[in-house]
């Protein structure tokens, strides 16, 4: 299974829209995954356009329309694979310690998140911890992506810098 991911588009805040880049690669994708900060409802719909198989939780920047609607948190399963999915809070320098505690007792292969803008892939203690970055904030990222995961038999991540 080929998933698109994306964080942090803040639309129209950072921008009026998804870069076209990105809507071209979630067009080739089986699922596309948002982990909050969409800011307005269009994001979502846009993604569901591109793709129908979308997921997506709220963020600490989204509407109260968006908030009414979409989760602070979920958990899910691709093939063999345990899922979270989870905005973020607090300072970037904790983040993946603070990812790792709200998701401690589900035991999860994968987490992906957002919040810092700072793309971000490593695995530590058997999880792999994903943030795809922010393809539209550039202000507290070194550059704009987004990210690719792979599901087959393992997990494979990468980011995407546009």
Known sequence: MRIGVISDTHVPISSKDIP???????????????????????????LKEVCGNVKAVCGNMDSHEVKRI????????????????????????????RMNEVFKKDK???????????????????IIFFNPGSPTDSVFAPYNSFGIIEINDKIEAKIIKL
Do not use: T, W
């Not at 995954?33 to 979502?44: F, K, N, T, W, Y």
């Not at 399963?77 to 904790?94: R, T």
């Not at 999860?108 to 058997?126: A, D, Q, R, W």
């Open 108 to 126: 999860v292969n994968l987490i992906i998140f957002g919040h810092s803008h700072s793309p971000l892939c490593i695995k530590e203690n058997g």
């Open 20 to 46: 076209r880049k990105v809507l071209e690669e979630f067009k080739k994708a089986d699922m596309v995954i948002h982990a909050g900060d969409l800011v307005e409802l269009s994001v979502l719909e846009k």
């Open 70 to 97: 979409l989760p602070e948190k979920d958990l899910f399963e691709i093939g063999n694979f345990k899922i979270g999915l989870i905005h973020g809070y607090g300072a970037p320098d904790k983040l993946v310690q």
